[in-house]
DNA sequence: TTGTGTTTTACGACCTC
DNA sequence: GAGGTCGTAAAACACAA
């Protein structure tokens, strides 16, 4: 899929050794993960993913807003609120985390490449 | 259409507190 | 143990050819 983020994190870390010791742990020789056994949802009744409404997002995205992480009273509170199972709850926060980190991930990438460039470009200027 | 790339939802494995 | 991250499967979606 997309790779971006590691090659950002490989020329960051390659510039700034160091920089991502505590994010980035190191899983050198990572253990093979288990698949995951197809549909095993049946709590579902065979229900298929579905998308959840504009709604639904903009309250969930309101409450990130304002808070990143989820007490579980606010859970059920806000699970009841959109009609959704608290645990759809819990991983939609879990995935807007992650797509959270993905984007500052890629600020900082950008900004880190921005003043590496200008740095090299004063290099070569003194140099002459 | 359909083949393909991207995004979103969901879950298993592992980690931390 | 509950709840977090990480990696990824699979459905949903977008869109060029």
Same mark, same amino acid.
């Given at each position: 899929m997309n790779h971006k983020v590691e090659d950002q994190m490989a020329l960051i870390s390659q510039l700034?050794? #160091?920089?991502f010791t505590q994010m980035v742990?190191?899983? #050198?020789?990572s253990k093979p993960r288990r698949r995951r056994k197809k549909n095993k949802d049946a709590g579902l009744s065979g229900a298929k993913k579905r998308k959840l409404s504009e709604e639904q997002v903009n309250l969930l995205e309101m409450n990130f807003g304002s808070e990143h992480k989820l007490e579980s009273d606010r859970k059920d509170k806000l699970a009841s609120e959109l009609g959704l199972d608290p645990r759809q709850v819990a991983v939609w926060f879990q995935n807007r985390r992650a797509r959270w980190k993905n984007k500052k991930l890629e600020e900082e990438y950008t900004k880190l490449k921005t003043s590496h460039e200008t740095i090299v470009v004063e290099k070569c200027q003194l140099e002459s």
């Open positions: 700034y050794p #160091g920089v742990p190191q899983q #050198g020789e």
